[in-house]
């Protein structure tokens, strides 16, 4: 491992934003990502004996979930969420389950890591309450569930 880049000598990577390609069919970048990771859900087994420990709760890993990964951007022209969503809407979620990539990238535009996910799917498009009083930006969200998530970089 090359110098600096262990976990207590190296330097924490900060996001300025993040790119997204999910088979082509969305590609940008994003502000704001969540929900990369994954859980087990925990199996407990009951176990009786004798001697000191009479009683143990052995704690065993279950079934493996991943959790939904949620995307967000200032809303744009671009129409390409909604068109993905529209597939899962008419019934053709076979049609628009994807693979993608969300690479997070530093203040200088270098892409410091890179996660891979499967068969994913948008569950969810919205926007925020959007009101002509506001000089906010306006923010659309996307949901995405899948079937499996890693980090390659």
Known sequence: MPAGTDALTGDVLV???WGVDIGGAITG???????????????????SGSGAHLDIVRKQPGR??????????GITASMDIWLWRQQVETGDV??????GTITMYDQES??????????????KVSTPAL????????VEELTIVHEGIKRLT
């Open 131 to 138: 009101t002509a009083d506001s000089n906010a930006v306006s």
């Open 94 to 99: 076979t049609g628009a389950r994807k693979n």
């Open 64 to 73: 493996l979930k991943w959790g939904d990964i949620t995307l967000k951007r």
């Open 15 to 17: 996001a300025a934003f």
């Open 110 to 123: 270098t892409a410091v890591a890179t996660w891979e996910f499967t068969a994913a799917w948008p569950s």
């Open 29 to 47: 970048y994003f502000t704001e990502v969540s929900g990369i990771g994954s859980e087990s859900e925990v199996v407990e087994h009951k176990i």
